[in-house]
T-cell receptor, first 109, second 116 residues
Framework: DAKTTQPPSMDCAEGRAANLPCNHS???????VYWYRQIHSQGPQYIIH???NNETNEMASLIITEDRKSSTLILPHATLRDTAVYYC??????????FGKGTRLSVIA | GAGVSQTPSNKVTEKGKYVELRCDPI?????LYWYRQSLGQGPEFLIY????????DSGLPNDRFFAVRPEGSVSTLKIQRTERGDSAVYLC??????????????FGPGTRLTVL
């Protein structure tokens, strides 16, 4: 079973920030938080990962709480192309990814 | 550069037949993963290779499923005596290496298998 819980769906207005929450209350000390997304009819795509510190790249920002029990993926200016299922995964680097059902983000014009 | 490619993109077969699904990973990636995804679900791990050997095959559902990677590059997922429940999208991913630390996985577009 997935070690993370996410809301099944969210809407976001185009141009606004999309904030996707994830709970991982049982995460262990050596496990990273990964985010992948899957656009319709494509394979999953890596977005970002983090261990303890907040991270930012060209796609998104990842905010991890101090106790590491939850995190938020932020897409700063959502576009229609960001409509996808977003998966939050907690695991160490030695094991294959365990996907849950993710959050279906709909960006609305 | 070229990403992960999978062939065929679609495969329709009849119950009881044998099928092979092919994955070409990114050149130089030593780790290769197979997942399958049913409608409305996230991808489910099947097997992963480190080089030529299967490092973890705990996700294979039964002995009708088998995968090989004889030269440490291309991999073939083989399904014998297909059943309607095998219908799904089969995804392949590769990464630079398995082992400690985070290794981003790059996914192919998948093969949609339909068993009639």
């Amino acid at each position: 079973d997935a070690k993370t819980t996410q809301p099944p769906s969210m809407d976001c207005a185009e141009g606004r920030a999309a904030n996707l929450p994830c709970n991982h209350s049982t995460i262990s000390g050596n496990e990273y938080v990964y985010w992948y997304r899957q656009i319709h009819s494509q394979g999953p795509q890596y977005i970002i990962h983090g261990l303890k510190n907040n991270e930012t790249n060209e796609m998104a920002s990842l905010i991890i709480t101090e106790d590491r029990k939850s995190s938020t993926l932020i897409l700063p200016h959502a576009t229609l192309r960001d409509t996808a299922v977003y998966y939050c995964i907690a695991q160490d680097g030695n094991t294959p990814l365990v996907f849950g059902k993710g959050t279906r983000l709909s960006v609305i014009a | 550069g070229a990403g992960v490619s999978q062939t065929p993109s679609n495969k329709v077969t009849e119950k009881g037949k044998y099928v092979e699904l092919r994955c070409d990973p990114i050149s130089g990636h030593t780790a290769l993963y197979w997942y399958r995804q049913s409608l409305g679900q996230g991808p489910e791990f099947l097997i992963y290779f480190q080089g030529t050997g299967a490092a973890d095959d705990s996700g294979l559902p039964n002995d009708r499923f088998f995968a090989v990677r004889p030269e440490g590059s291309v991999s073939t997922l083989k399904i014998q005596r297909t059943e309607r429940g095998d219908s799904a999208v089969y995804l392949c991913a590769s990464s630079l290496q398995a082992g400690s630390g985070m290794r981003e996985q790059f996914f192919g577009p998948g093969t949609r298998l339909t068993v009639l």
